[in-house]
């Protein structure tokens, strides 16, 4: 039982490039949700999605897309690469909202 | 609007001493709280939740609704108590208004 897993764990882009953090769960939960985590800001809302089709924003959603053609797979698309994406990514799952999260590990980002 | 409020940053104590996390939220319904815990380079992980009402190694919360709070407390700090700890509230107006909103966390340092 995997859980949720991430990939990759660590990656280094330049200003301008773009990439997919890549997120799976196998427990089939509704709900699935990014997060990005930073220095003494806590862990802020990107995107999240209810279910398979739909997604919806969070606090934090410029410079981010996602997709949830899915029950398993929730992907964060970055188009542009800025140096403030610079973070730590968390992907998360539950059945329901009011229902404890699992997190991945994490994905570090550095834009340089 | 929900909103959760964790005052300190950081918190410092020492092995056998007493900790208290604080958490206030602010949320016009009836909120789900969680505390979540995350060790040093590891994934964020479910520490607790009010609804659940026990201990969990040795933390416990309770709700006071009159003082919009969620304190987590421990009589006894343990070193490996040392983690960063997010307090959470599930809430919304229900479909895709329903959101999870973290603190900014409590960096909580145990020394020997």
């Known amino acids: 039982n995997a859980g949720v897993t991430q990939t990759p764990k660590f990656q280094v882009l330049k200003t301008g490039q773009s990439m997919t953090l890549q997120c799976a769960q196998d427990?089939?939960?509704?709900?699935m949700s990014w997060y990005r985590q930073d220095p003494g800001m806590g862990l802020r809302l990107i995107h999240y999605s209810v279910g398979a089709g739909i997604t919806d924003q969070g606090e934090v959603p410029n410079g981010y897309n996602v997709s949830r053609s899915t029950t398993e797979d929730f992907p964060l698309r970055l188009l542009s690469a800025a140096p403030s994406q610079t973070s730590v990514y968390f992907c998360?799952?539950?059945?329901?909202?009011?229902?404890?999260?699992?997190f991945g590990d994490g994905t570090r980002l550095s834009i340089l | 609007a929900q909103r959760v409020t964790q005052p300190e940053k950081l918190l410092s104590v020492f092995k056998g001493a007493p900790v208290e996390l604080k958490c206030n939220y602010s949320?016009?319904?009836?909120?789900?709280l969680f505390w979540y815990v995350q060790y040093s380079r590891q994934r964020l992980q479910l520490l607790l939740r009010?609804?659940s009402r026990e201990s969990i190694k040795g933390f416990t919360a309770d709700l006071n609704k009159g003082e919009t709070s969620f304190h987590l407390k421990k009589p006894f700090a343990q070193e490996e108590d040392s983690a960063m700890y997010y307090c959470?509230?599930?809430?919304?107006?229900?479909?895709?208004?329903?959101?999870?909103?973290f603190g900014k966390g409590t960096l909580l340092t145990v020394n020997p």
């Open positions: 949320y016009s319904g009836s909120p789900e």
């Open positions: 009010h609804i």
């Open positions: 427990m089939n939960h509704e709900y």
């Open positions: 998360a799952s539950s059945y329901r909202l009011d229902q404890p999260q699992h």
């Open positions: 959470a509230l599930s809430g919304g107006s229900g479909g895709s208004n329903y959101k999870l909103t």
